[in-house]
Nanobody, 118 residues
Framework: QVQLTESGGGLAQTGGSLRLYCAAS????????MAWYRQAPGKQRELVAA???????TYADSVKGRFTLSRGTVTNTIFLSMNNLKPEDTAVYYC????????????WGPGTQVTVSS
């Protein structure tokens, strides 16, 4: 089993910056990837950025050039640096981990609110 702990988020003005942090615990040796998703009111949950165990990065087109996903000194922690924030970035952000030998297991964090005021 993998557990996720999130921190960061909060309120920012348009053009501002915030940073999200997620740490996995438990069966971290079985991690395949970690990611941040977000869900705005009335919308489906969408991928924001992801990183595989080997360090391959994926970004949603809407955040490319503004958000940066990085790993901490240990591979079970990730940071999402969000710059030049826009009101449309307002959402609940969820940390996600994919783990297990067949990649069929997923764990979600409880979510952290990001609000960008115009």
């Amino acid at each position: 089993q993998v557990q996720l702990t999130e921190s960061g988020g909060g309120l920012a003005q348009t053009g501002g910056s915030l940073r999200l942090y997620c740490a996995a615990s438990g069966s971290v040796l079985s991690l395949n990837s970690m990611a941040w998703y977000r869900q705005a009111p009335g919308k489906q949950r969408e991928l924001v950025a992801a990183i595989t165990f080997h360090g391959e990065l994926t970004y949603a087109d809407s955040v490319k050039g503004r958000f940066t996903l990085s790993r901490g000194t240990v591979t079970n922690t990730i940071f999402l640096s969000m710059n030049n924030l826009k009101p449309e970035d307002t959402a609940v952000y969820y940390c996600n981990s994919n783990w297990g030998p067949s990649g069929t297991h997923e764990t979600w964090g409880p979510g952290t609110q990001v609000t960008v005021s115009s």
